[in-house]
């Protein structure tokens, strides 16, 4: 049988390329979330009060039932192979708590670095230096699942978060809450770049669910007078 040389494995490798025969076998996306077009609500907005001490952000916990937490989807190629996606800069514990930290920040408030994480156990609760509430939570859910195929593709995302706010002078959990949020997109062209986008709209609707709620708001203001 003739061998075949290294030069000529090499030249085979290219031609496959340009074929399309090369295969993907990861998938990674940004999950970041800027809140730049994000909504305030009146209500949240701090006063001059709440401006005095610091909300501390705890990096979230990952209670989905997979085996590699990294894991936030996949991509069904037009041969019917699925491809995992994952994050490209942080972890999606890390990821959620950031965004939650940029949308506090752009809601006016003085808000700490993201902390380690908090197993969300009253306990538990970490004290952070001048900081007398502190916010974590846990990832219920995070899917990316996008269909290559002709003449479209689909590209569907769902989020559902649980929050804790918690007073981490008295050790007491003040409000829990669960939001989901979802984004579905078809379109011509198929990129990283685009399941990005969609993971940030996600996340940005299930962050801005969050705050809406009222409740949530008027304890962060009590939380942060006391």
């Known amino acids: 049988m003739k061998r075949i040389q290294p030069a ?44 005095s001490s610091i909300i501390g952000v ?39 708590a950031q965004g939650i930290r940029v949308y506090l920040r752009k809601a006016g408030y003085n808000v700490s670095g993201v902390g380690e994480k908090w197993d969300l156990q009253e306990h538990s609760i970490p004290q952070r230096a001048n ?12 899917d990316i699942n996008c269909r290559r195929a002709l003449p479209a593709n689909t590209y569907t995302t769902k989020i559902k978060l649980t929050i804790y706010l918690a007073d981490s002078v008295h ?11 979802t984004t579905l997109l078809t379109h011509l062209s198929f990129s990283e770049e685009r399941m990005g986008d969609q993971v940030g709209i996600a996340l940005g609707e299930g962050i801005e669910k969050i705050f809406e709620n009222k ?12």
């Open 8 to 51: 000529g494995l090499m030249w085979m490798m290219v031609a496959m390329i340009f074929c399309g025969c090369a295969v993907t076998t990861i998938y990674s996306v940004n999950m970041d979330y800027t809140a730049e077009k994000a909504f305030i609500p009146s209500y949240l907005k701090p006063d001059q009060k709440a401006l």
């Open 58 to 96: 705890a990096e979230f916990i990952d209670t989905r039932k997979i085996d590699d937490p990294l894991v936030i989807g996949y991509v069904v190629e037009k041969n019917g192979t699925r491809v995992l996606v994952l994050p490209k800069h942080s972890r999606p514990t890390e990821a959620v």
């Open 131 to 142: 900081g007398k509430i502190l916010i974590g939570g846990a990832i219920e859910e995070i």
């Open 171 to 181: 050790k007491k959990i003040l409000h829990r809450s669960t939001v989901e949020s």
């Open 215 to 226: 409740e949530l708001a008027q304890k962060i203001k009590e939380g942060l007078e006391r």
